[in-house]
């Protein structure tokens, strides 16, 4: 068994730059190009101890410069190793990633990176045509990122070798783990040689990843730079009691209190996500949608029209959008809070980036009560209530309804000003019409499938 865990805390010394890290000409000069000097908190302690050869936990939420802190080290020692090309079929570096599109993230910085080095570099995942990758694959890898299921889809058709992975990278452990990846990922591990260097990073540690950790890294160094599940302090959150039947009147209004700006807006299934978009269409607003049932094409252009301002609403399951790391959201909101509370601060961490504020509404029906109180729970304090648009009911569906009244009467804030939405829905004096959105359980083994990605 590998094991023994050192622990080192967050300092925040903005003072360093990434030449003081111990990094190269050739990566420098691409970061200089990139307008990238000044490294983040994870990039200050991972660096070095990566360059070190040092296995790592890294703890820390997405857009905290993570990629960079793996990826930078790792492309230098690659490039000092005096093994040279990858055999055919073979790969050097193995990054997995739990969702296509994180992926595509990761193998651009990497490219990004690696532009004045003699390394190549290939991502691989579901949704595309394998033969492409199994025609890059051949010729032997230095840096491949990949989904798991795809990877051994690849490893079953013998396109691809583990027996030289050199550094093994698992990013967002937890989120692999949530989405049924931890089989894959173990026979993954047992694929690859015993001595490599394995980081891991997560934005949380249960303890099945804890255990995971244990059990294939050795003497690893713990490196926190935010307490595991802490929402962005410059994020103003509230909640919203609304009707499931007037959820997409509510959403319609918010968008248009904040027209043209960038709004994320997550649901819990992909039918769902379909029907918001549905909804937001017929209310005159242009949306687009990204899930697992899209083709990675849809899903491609989907988020290059969010990143250029094109088609500012993004509707995205929490898969879909794991990883997601556009600067300028200016709203997310929770059309379906989350059945997991720890989702919900990776969810509205889509906000608020590189030192911006943000906003973030929950629309909470009758039934989604006990989801908000573990979300409060979790985030050690009590949303602000935010009244509904005028025309739309105030109370919660069902039961709960009866008790909410004293609460909102305490924490309630004035009510959004009528916007470029508003008016939508407003024809019968109920909203928009739309189909309940019920909460639907996932009853096929309980798990979600792991090829999803």
């Known amino acids: 068994m590998r094991q023994g865990f050192a622990r080192i805390a ?23 190009a990139l307008g ?75 490219r990004d990176y690696s532009k004045n080095l003699k390394l190549n570099s290939m991502v691989v995942f579901g949704g595309v045509s394998i033969r492409p990758q199994i025609a890059n694959a051949a010729r032997g890898v230095d840096v491949m990122i990949a989904t798991p299921g795809r990877l051994l889809d690849l490893i079953d058709q013998k396109a691809v070798s583990l027996h030289g992975v050199e550094t ?43 255990k995971l950790a244990a059990d294939h890294l050795d003497r690893p160094l713990e490196i ?8 962005v302090e410059r994020i103003e959150q509230s909640v919203m009691y609304i009707g499931t039947r007037a959820k997409p009147a509510a959403a319609a209004h918010l968008v248009g209190e904040h027209h043209g700006k960038r709004v994320i807006i997550f649901t819990r299934t992909k039918h769902g996500a379909d029907r918001v978009v549905k909804s937001l269409d017929q209310a005159g607003f242009a949306a687009a949608a990204i899930h697992g ?28 959008a794991r990883g997601i790391d556009v600067p300028g959201v200016e709203l997310v909101i929770n059309y379906d809070l989350p059945n997991v509370p720890e989702v919900y601060v990776h969810r509205i961490g889509r906000t608020a980036r590189a030192g911006a504020s943000g906003l973030a509404v ?46 909102q009467q305490q924490n309630q804030k004035p009510r959004f000003g009528a916007g470029a939405g508003a008016k939508q829905g407003a024809k019968n004096g109920t909203g928009m019409p739309g189909r309940p959105n019920r909460r639907r359980r996932r009853t096929r083994g309980g798990k979600p499938q792991a090829k999803a990605a």
């Open 36 to 110: 990238h000097d000044t490294p983040t908190p994870i990039q200050v302690k991972a660096i070095p101890t990566i360059l070190d050869g040092r296995d790592v936990v890294g703890l820390a939420q997405t857009g905290t410069g993570k990629t960079g802190a793996f990826s930078l080290p790792l492309l230098q020692r690659l490039a000092a190793s005096s093994k040279g090309r990858p055999a055919p079929k073979s790969v050097r570096a193995l990054i997995l990633s739990p969702t296509r599109e994180l992926a595509a993230q990761i193998h651009q910085s990497v």
């Open 168 to 210: 093994l990278i698992l990013d967002e452990a937890d989120q692999m783990l949530d989405i049924g990846f931890l089989p894959a990922i173990r026979r993954i591990l047992g694929m690859v040689p015993g001595k490599r260097q394995t980081l891991l990073f997560s934005a949380t540690m249960p303890k099945e990843i804890r």
């Open 362 to 407: 929950s629309l909470v029906s009758g039934e989604d009560k006990s989801l908000l109180r573990d979300i409060e729970r979790l985030i050690k304090r009590h949303l602000d209530v935010v009244a509904p648009p005028a025309g739309l009911p105030v109370a919660m569906e069902g039961d709960d309804a009866r008790n909410e009244p004293r609460r």
């Open 10 to 32: 967050s300092q925040k010394d903005y003072t360093l730059k990434f030449i003081d890290l111990g990094l190269e000409g050739p990566l420098l000069s691409a970061l200089e």
């Open 224 to 231: 926190a730079v935010t307490p595991a599940a802490t929402p």
């Open 293 to 320: 049932n899209k083709s990675q094409n849809n899903r491609v252009k989907a988020l290059a029209a969010f990143k250029d301002g094109s088609c500012p609403i993004l509707v995205a399951t929490d898969i879909a």
